[in-house]
């Protein structure tokens, strides 16, 4: 079957209307930034880039080297090519403006580098998650206001997967599409056109360390599917969870289930766990993109309006019959 890259995707997408130049330009740069971070991961020891960059980053964590190289590296692609009019990384506290030489475009870049960074030293999969919003109207001095846009502002969203294969899933508001590296030719091939959540599941994915946290809705939701066949639901689940976000949600994507890092006890003063405008929205749109649901417990992430450039958020994402169960027991109280 004749191979198609991502490079002819996004020219058959922008002829069809569906993508800018710039838009192209910019997913295309990405994507060769992901490429570059998959060489650096995939070489773990023997690279030396494993273990604590001693340093830590805005939310008070400790960086691992990897989490700076990959920061480092989509900074860089991303500021020469005109095609944006700044970034925001979670890596970085304050808004990164594009160096004064260089043009500025219409766009605004976000990104969580690399998620599930704790996950490297032990060889388990690792991304990257981008979201794409335009820079509001007329405004030339981008600032932190100009990134607080609801997720269902954005135009584009996707993640690079760090697993036995790379690859990147990409929305541009038609569909989920993946690509697949081809390590050889150094080229993303298309491999899963318009990746679909089946509506049922019997998979879930929570931390369950966190259980005496949680609030009555999840309590009830999560001891309904463990009763499994013998309980409400009258059928067996299944439990998964990784650590690594990108890693949960490719596999919801792939074959369907539902995702939760809901509010908690132990996370309720920070507003959630997860990161609102790098990690909830970028994903709830995949998944939406893709028929699934995606939601705080209480509202739909897209709608959610942001206060603070790395706010938190609770996200039950996935399945949609599931995600509306969990959701109406929220609703219930
Ligand atoms: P916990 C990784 O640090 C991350 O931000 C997400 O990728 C992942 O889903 C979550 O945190 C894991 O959190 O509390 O299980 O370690």
Not at 111 to 135: A, E, H, W, Y
Not at 163 to 172: A, D, I, K, R, Y
Request: glycine share 10%; aromatic share 8%; with cysteine.
């Amino acid at each position: 079957m004749r191979r198609v890259t991502l490079t002819q995707f996004l020219i058959e997408q922008q002829r069809a209307g569906r993508v800018s130049a710039d838009l192209r330009l910019l997913l295309e740069v990405v994507a060769r930034a992901v490429k570059a971070i998959s060489v650096n991961v995939s070489k773990g020891a023997l690279a030396g880039v494993l273990g604590e960059a001693g340093t830590d980053n805005v939310q008070g964590e400790a960086q691992k080297k990897l989490d700076v190289i990959a920061n480092e590296i989509l900074l860089q692609a991303n500021e020469w090519g005109g095609h944006l009019a700044g970034m925001a990384s979670e890596e970085v506290e304050t808004v990164h403006q594009i160096p004064f030489d260089y043009p500025k475009g219409g766009y605004l870049l976000l990104f969580d580098p690399l998620d599930g960074s704790s996950n490297i030293d032990i060889n388990v999969s690792v991304g990257t998650i981008f979201s794409v919003l335009r820079n509001p109207e007329g405004r030339t001095d981008v600032t932190e206001d100009s990134f607080l846009q609801p997720g269902s502002e954005q135009i584009a969203a996707g993640y690079a997967v760090y697993g036995p294969s790379t690859q990147f899933v990409l929305t541009v508001g038609h569909g989920v599409h993946a690509f697949t590296l081809d390590r050889e030719m150094g080229s993303f091939i298309y491999t899963h056109p318009f990746m679909t959540v089946p509506d049922e599941t019997s998979e879930f994915a929570i931390n369950a360390s966190n259980a005496r946290h949680w609030e009555a809705p999840v309590k009830r939701y999560i001891d309904e599917l463990q009763q499994g066949k013998t309980g409400p639901r009258g059928r067996d689940f299944n439990m998964r969870w990784v650590a690594s976000m990108v890693a949960d949600v490719h596999r919801v994507l792939t074959r369907g289930g539902i995702f939760m890092y809901p509010l908690d006890e132990k996370c309720r003063a920070q507003g959630g766990k997860l990161r609102l405008m790098y990690e909830a929205n970028p994903m709830a749109m995949l998944i939406e993109q893709a028929g699934g649901a995606a939601t705080t417990g209480r509202e739909r992430i897209l709608d959610v309006v942001p206060g603070k450039l790395h706010q938190r958020v609770p996200v039950i994402l996935g399945s949609r019959a599931e995600v509306e169960r969990v959701t109406a027991y929220h609703l219930e109280g």
